[in-house]
C-alpha cells in the first residue's frame, strides 16, 4: 500500500474522520520505527556508500543506521577489501593517538563517538589539546566511524548494517512493510495512537496482535536460515 492508501485505513480502523494528513503520518511512521525495532529481518540491511577523499579517516552515517555489521574499502584499481575492527584504544594505540600520521589504503575502522557533553560544549575553551579533540558538538543525526590509516587517494566505502525503513512521504510513500504487511502497519500506528492517548488497555490489545505477527515473520526467517544448515548438515 502507498501511503494514501494507508491513510485511509488508518481513518477506517480508527473512526477518526478530523485527523489530519500530518499526524496520521507521524503515528503510520511511528508505528514502521517500532516494527523495525521488533525484528532483524532482510527489510533491515542495507548498504551505505560513501566517497572518502584524499587524507580523511572521518565518516559520518545517517541516524537511520541502526547497526554497522561491515566496512569494506573499494578502490577503482583493486577492488574491495574488508576492513577489521578494532577498538577506539587499540587504534589510537596503533595510529599515534591520530596525530601525525602517514596516509595509506584503509586497514581498520572503529566506530567514533559523535556527541560531546554538555550540548553547548566549547572546545575553544582548551585551546592546547585542540589536536586531540575529535568529538566537539553534539550530534544527534549521525553515526561515526573513524577508519586507519588516513586515505592516500579517493576511495569508496561501502557500509554494510542495519537500517531503519525509510520514512513514508508524499514522494516516497512505499517501504518493506507497506509492500508486505500493511495492515501490520496500520496496527503498529494505531499502537502508537492509543499510546499518545495513554490507553494501556487498547495499547495492549494492539500489542498483542502486532507480537502474533511478528511471531509469523521471525518463523519465516528461521525456516530461511535452517534451509543453508541443513543442506551442509546433509
Not at 480502523?13 to 521488533?38: A, C, H, P, W, Y
Not at 589536536?131 to 566537539?136: N, V
Not at 502474533?212 to 526467517?221: C, F, G, Q
Request: proline residues 4%.
Amino acid at each position: 500500500m502507498t501511503l494514501q492508501e494507508l491513510r485511509i485505513l488508518f481513518i477506517e480502523r480508527s473512526g477518526d474522520i478530523n485527523i489530519t494528513n500530518t499526524k496520521m503520518d507521524n503515528f503510520i511512521n511511528q508505528g514502521v520505527k517500532f516494527l523495525d525495532e521488533l525484528t532483524d529481518y532482510i527489510h533491515t540491511a542495507a548498504k551505505q556508500y560513501i566517497e572518502i577523499a584524499i587524507n580523511s579517516s572521518i565518516l559520518n552515517l545517517p541516524s537511520n543506521c541502526r547497526v554497522i555489521d561491515e566496512v569494506w574499502v573499494i578502490s577503482a584499481t583493486t577492488g574491495r577489501t574488508q576492513l577489521a575492527k578494532v577498538s577506539t584504544a587499540v587504534l589510537r594505540a596503533m595510529y599515534n593517538d591520530f596525530t601525525d600520521i602517514d596516509s595509506g589504503k584503509p586497514v581498520y575502522y572503529t566506530l567514533r563517538i559523535v556527541r560531546a557533553n554538555p550540548s553547548d560544549f566549547d572546545p575553544t575553551d582548551f585551546p592546547t589539546y585542540a589536536a586531540y579533540m575529535d568529538t566537539i558538538i553534539a550530534d544527534y543525526s549521525a553515526k561515526g566511524i573513524t577508519i586507519m590509516p588516513p586515505a592516500d587517494t579517493t576511495y569508496l566505502i561501502e557500509v554494510i548494517g542495519k537500517f531503519y525503513s525509510p520514512t513514508l512521504t508524499e514522494s516516497y510513500n512505499n517501504n518493506w512493510w507497506s509492500y508486505n504487511h500493511p495492515e501490520l502497519v496500520i496496527t503498529a500506528a494505531l499502537y502508537r495512537l492509543e499510546m499518545s492517548y495513554k490507553n494501556t488497555e487498547g495499547a495492549n490489545g494492539y500489542l498483542t496482535a502486532i507480537n502474533t505477527e511478528i511471531l509469523s515473520i521471525i518463523h519465516d526467517k528461521i525456516d530461511e536460515e535452517q534451509v543453508g544448515m541443513n543442506m551442509m548438515e546433509g
